[in-house]
Every structure is written in C-alpha cells, then in structure tokens.
Nanobody
Framework: QVQLVESGGGLVQPGGSLKLSCAAS????????MGWFRQAPGKEREFAAA???????YYADSVKGRFTISRDNAKNTVSLQMDSLKPEDTAVYYC?????????????????WGQGTQVTVSS
C-alpha cells in the first residue's frame, strides 16, 4: 500500500496559479502511474492529469495547456502546476497511484488515494 498526502490547495482569483504537491510513502517502488483527479460539489470525480514512471503525461481536455503534471521519482512526489485558473476548476483535488499497469484515466484502476486538498477559484 502507498500512503499519499496532498498539499498546496487554497483560494485563488480567476487567472491565478496554484501548485499542488503529493508526497508518497510506503510501497513507493510499485508506483507505475501517479495521477490527479478532482471532484466539484455535486459532481462526480473526474480525471485531470497523470504521469508514468518514465514521464509520459496525459491531460483531460479541460485542463490541457493550463495544468502541468510532474514527478520526482527519487523523492516520491508528484506535483500539479495549475495556471490560468477558472472558477470551474474549483474542486477537491486528489492524488492517486496505480501500482502496476499503464496510464489510465479511470479512477477505478488506481489503487491508493490521498485525502484531498481544496482548490477554490473565486474573485
């Protein structure tokens, strides 16, 4: 099992930036894919971005060009740089790990989840 702790959420004005970080501990050697998901009030959880061990990335269309995912395998961390934020980006953001297997946008195929961090985009 992998334990995940997110940080970096907060309140930001539209057009602003935030950087989320996620620190992993436990069976970190098995983390093949690390991803970020989000869940807005009253909506289902949705995929935002993911990155493989080798650095291949994939983004949801809604965040492509504005968000950048990166990982540091030596430090067992994954980050999400969020720029040009919009009110519709408001959500709880979750870090997730898939232990084995390739990159996927399906949350059900991720094995471990963090507690989430709130991001609010509002003027």
């Amino acid at each position: 099992q992998v334990q995940l702790v997110e940080s970096g959420g907060g309140l930001v004005q539209p057009g602003g930036s935030l950087k989320l970080s996620c620190a992993a501990s436990g069976r970190t050697f098995s983390m093949s894919v690390m991803g970020w998901f989000r869940q807005a009030p009253g909506k289902e959880r949705e995929f935002a971005a993911a990155i493989t061990w080798s650095g291949i990335t994939y983004y949801a269309d809604s965040v492509k060009g504005r968000f950048t995912i990166s990982r540091d395998n030596a430090k067992n961390t994954v980050s999400l740089q969020m720029d040009s934020l919009k009110p519709e980006d408001t959500a709880v953001y979750y870090c997730a790990v898939r232990r084995g297997g390739g990159l996927t946008t399906r949350g059900t195929q991720y094995d471990d989840w963090g507690q989430g961090t709130q991001v609010t985009v509002s003027s």
